[in-house]
């Protein structure tokens, strides 16, 4: 940082280059690099405790005295998320549904079952009164679908021109089962990596209907609650169940290199074996954009232990939720901390973090 | 998914990689001219099935990274200005200036739009007749009849509100250059089978005559690839030179000629400043005279910009084959994708972008 510019604040300490981001850039919230960046060197050290150091999708609390854990102590997953998709309506979904499931879902991915959740809402001046009863019976059937309740909230409006018609922001809460444990430290050598079925649907979806971009397509999100697929693992073979991410924003590609990073293995990926829609793979050509790292909202990773992977990949494939599911690759003690695949001509390549947001190609 | 899937079979790739290593019998370094084939080589992992006598080196066909310097704080100059729409291409967005890139002064409150076609910003001007629509027209033969397009349709429409911040960049020079440099290494081309669609291969048989090597023209899959490699290393080891066409389901010797004539129609050919290479005759296109008006250099009187480099950054010799990334001392230490010292290391088709993210850890 240059003598003359003026500090933030907190500049004094901050390890984030201010110098080379004096501002928010859109990529710090899209899931990749930057994103990751934000969260560890700011807000981590900023609010240092030991639960928000497992960087898991929500935090998991012992329920009678924070986070000291005891055996038999009751335990509760926490999450929150906020949503500013646009455009509000897309194929298969809209901002309502949207904020359900991706809450309750990092409430699933803690191995924990959803009970209820809060709903924040930030209205622009001027929004349509019908739209907004289209965005709440949305959310009132997710909610219902998912078997949780809203059962409190809270409403804001901002000046018209200061939003994008709605924001909403969801908290939701969960039980964990006795001698569950998920943790994104959880992988090791050997063990089996699982995806519910095919990527990258909800990020083409949505990227369908953009102003500017319009394409057709009949591709819809895949958005949907997700616990019923952790709740067959938590029944059939909890012992043998490692990690579960949910890989949104970042895509599968900065999903797995979390993991990698935090369990400190490598991950070895074969990319025939992913699952890939031939109109994601059309849209995914056409734009220069890496399926691996378009975000999805109803897919699910999980890390099983080697011998009883096809047998998680029989109960998932048993659910609708789960019919294409797939093993995609494995956890290597080679390249300890990255992501790797192995390509259809039987190249080897890193998948790294994604840095910045995927821009389309020139030609 | 048909005609993408033939070109991914690992069967035929191996078939290819076989008939490599049986044809290769000493060293030989090709020069693959595209960034969008750098990225394929890279990405599908061919550059680690190859023999270790074969080194490829990466070309100048990236626009992004070889859009000037100055062209780029040109472009932030004018996409600072309250009554302009900046419209471009996604990949030009992260391109660092000196201080800043077209994402920076968006966050600052620049209207930076990207736009999936340069038609879609003839559109913007149109729909904001109190705006001035800006597009940064880059890239090569491959892009610019679109660009030439968009401009002859603004004029056509009598828009008095749409410019372009014209950088178009042509091969057959940039090919000339490299060749007749002296430490140049290239001693087969890759060349890119996209500008080729466009504009045939007329021009580079008198480019392999003079220079006496193997030109193969070639696709973007990675069967493509492999097959140029193959033709190219054949050519080499039997002592030929001259022109192939690996690319025949996309490429004719005339090339695409209504496109062509457009282009003559709106640009003419003028010396072009190539980031981190400087200056190449006869390499770039302007506006013709009679389209002038639709200049944004001169309509926003940004032509007197002017910028250095920065001194660490070697992207000038990786653009000329002369280096590879990770020779770079700042490569993925003072220089990485999130803060970028050059070009090549922004764009999605940069080769020091495609080393960091693919290829920075031996994989076995």
Redesign the interface.
């Known amino acids: 940082m240059s003598d003359k510019d003026p500090l933030p604040r907190f500049a004094g300490s901050c390890p984030i280059p201010i110098s080379d981001y004096p501002m928010v850039q859109m990529a710090h919230g899209g899931g990749g690099r930057l994103s990751q960046m934000l969260i560890e060197k700011l807000f981590v050290p900023a609010f240092d405790n030991p639960v928000l150091e497992n960087l898991h999708d929500g935090a998991v609390l012992g329920l009678s005295s924070g986070s000291e854990r005891s055996p038999g102590q009751q335990r509760l997953a926490f999450s929150t998320d906020s949503f500013v998709v646009r455009p509000l309506f897309f194929p298969g979904g809209d901002i309502g549904s949207l904020a359900v499931h991706g809450t309750v879902n990092d409430v699933a991915m803690c191995g924990a079952k959803p009970m209820a959740i809060s709903a924040g809402f930030i209205l622009e001046e001027g929004f349509a009164m019908g739209d907004l009863w289209r965005i709440v019976e949305s959310m009132r059937d997710a909610a219902l679908e998912a078997g949780v309740w809203v059962v409190t909230g809270d409403t804001k409006v901002v000046d018209k021109g200061k939003g994008d018609g709605v924001y909403i922001n969801t908290t939701g809460v969960g039980l964990l089962r006795d001698g569950v444990e998920i943790s994104p430290e959880g992988a090791s050598v050997g063990d089996k990596i699982l995806i519910n079925g095919p990527i990258a649907e909800h990020g083409i979806a949505i990227m369908s209907v953009r102003e500017g971009l319009e394409f057709e397509t009949r591709l819809e999100t895949d958005s949907a609650a997700l616990y019923p697929l952790v709740e067959l693992l938590l029944d059939n073979l909890p012992d043998d169940l490692r990690v579960l991410r949910d890989p949104t924003r970042g895509g599968v590609a900065s999903a797995l290199n979390e993991i990698a990073g935090q369990s400190n293995a490598g991950v070895l990926l074969e990319e025939d074996r992913i699952p890939l829609s031939e109109e994601v793979r059309g849209a995914c050509e056409i734009l220069g954009f890496d399926p691996l790292y378009v975000a999805n909202e109803g897919k699910c990773l999980a890390i099983i232990a080697a011998d009883r992977a096809e047998e998680a990949l029989e109960l998932w494939r048993s659910h609708r939720l789960g019919a294409q599911a797939a093993i995609i690759g494995e956890v290597v003690d080679d390249h300890p901390g990255r992501v790797v695949l192995r390509s259809s001509i039987g190249g080897l390549r890193v998948v790294d973090m994604l840095s910045g947001e995927q821009l389309p190609r020139i030609c | 998914?048909r005609f993408?899937d033939e070109y991914?079979?690992?069967p035929e790739?191996?078939k290819f990689v076989d008939a490599i290593h049986g044809v290769v019998t000493k060293p030989w370094s090709l020069m693959e001219i595209c960034g969008?084939q750098t990225h394929t080589l890279?990405?599908?992992?061919?550059?680690?099935?190859l023999p270790e006598q074969v080194t490829l080196v990466h070309g100048p066909g990236c626009?992004?990274c070889v859009t000037p310097l100055e062209q780029i704080e040109r472009a932030l100059a004018i996409a600072r200005r309250p009554e302009v729409i900046f419209t471009s291409?996604?990949?030009?967005?992260?391109v660092p200036g000196t201080s800043a890139d077209l994402?920076?002064v968006k966050?600052?409150g620049g209207d930076v739009?990207?736009?999936?076609s340069p038609l879609?910003a003839v559109k913007l001007a149109e729909q904001n007749p109190n705006r001035q629509v800006v597009f940064f027209a880059?890239?090569?033969e491959?892009?610019a009849p679109a660009n030439a397009m968009s401009v002859w349709t603004a004029h056509r429409q009598g828009l008095e509100n749409f410019s372009i911040l014209c950088s178009h960049v042509l091969v057959p020079p940039a090919m000339e250059a490299i060749l007749s440099a002296p430490h140049n290494q290239v001693q087969g081309f890759m060349a890119a089978g996209?500008v080729c669609a466009v504009m045939g291969y007329w021009q580079y048989g008198p480019i392999a005559d003079k220079y006496e090597i193997p030109i193969v023209v070639t696709g973007f899959e990675?069967?493509d690839l492999?097959q140029g490699c193959y033709m190219t290393l054949k050519a080499l080891e039997e002592g030929r030179s001259g022109v192939e066409n690996q690319y025949t389901r996309s490429v004719t010797y005339e090339g695409n000629r209504p496109a062509q004539r457009l282009l003559r129609q709106v640009f003419e050919p003028c010396d072009r400043a190539w980031r981190g290479i400087g200056s190449i005759p006869e390499s770039g296109y302007r506006l013709r005279s009679e389209y002038a008006t639709y200049d944004a250099e001169t309509r926003f009187d940004v032509g007197d910009i002017e910028a250095a480099e920065s001194e660490e950054c070697i992207a000038g010799e990786i653009l000329q084959g002369l280096r590879k990334p990770h020779e770079c001392s700042a490569f993925g230490s003072k220089c990485?994708?999130?803060?970028p010292l050059g070009a090549p290391m922004v764009s999605?088709?940069g080769a020091c972008a495609a080393y960091?993210?693919?290829?920075?850890?031996k994989?076995?």
């Open positions: 998914m993408v991914r079979s690992e790739a191996r969008g890279i990405k599908s992992g061919i550059d680690r099935l626009p992004v291409f996604g990949d030009m967005l992260r994402l920076s966050s600052q739009r990207i736009v999936y879609d880059v890239g090569f491959t892009t996209h990675p069967l492999l990485t994708p999130e803060n999605s088709e960091y993210h693919y290829g920075r850890v994989v076995s």
